[in-house]
Nanobody
Framework: QVQLVESGGGLVQPGGSLRLSCAAS????????LGWYRQAPGKQRELVAT???????YYTDSVKGRFTISRDNAKDSVSLQMSSLKPDDTAVYYCNAVAFLGYRLQDLWGQGTQVTVSS
């Protein structure tokens, strides 16, 4: 069974840094793009950042200049380096992959990892 597993979440003080990682396992033919979403209590899940197979990146305005997304194509993994963290960054962060499983393009999700920014 194909799955995405996140790691690296935790408690950090405002202004601090944290690095999230996500590794894919299973029978994945190819990954079109990888990304990170987050969901805070009482709010909808929102896109944070994405990176395509060609290396193009996208960031939501609220994290530009603070977060950096990167990927290792050979390992089917993606990371999110988060700096200058704010309390508003507190959320469950989810890894996402748009990938071909055989001939089918599918949207895959990890189980989520908690990030809490608080003093």
């Amino acid at each position: 069974q194909v799955q995405l597993v996140e790691s690296g979440g935790g408690l950090v003080q405002p202004g601090g840094s944290l690095r999230l990682s996500c590794a894919a396992s299973g029978s994945i033919s190819s990954i079109r793009s990888l990304g990170w979403y987050r969901q805070a209590p009482g709010k909808q899940r929102e896109l944070v950042a994405t990176i395509t197979s060609g290396g193009s990146t996208y960031y939501t305005d609220s994290v530009k200049g603070r977060f950096t997304i990167s990927r290792d194509n050979a390992k089917d993994s993606v990371s999110l380096q988060m700096s200058s963290l704010k309390p508003d960054d507190t959320a469950v962060y989810y890894c996402n992959a748009v990938a071909f499983l055989g001939y089918r393009l599918q949207d895959l999700w990890g189980q989520g990892t908690q990030v809490t920014v608080s003093s």
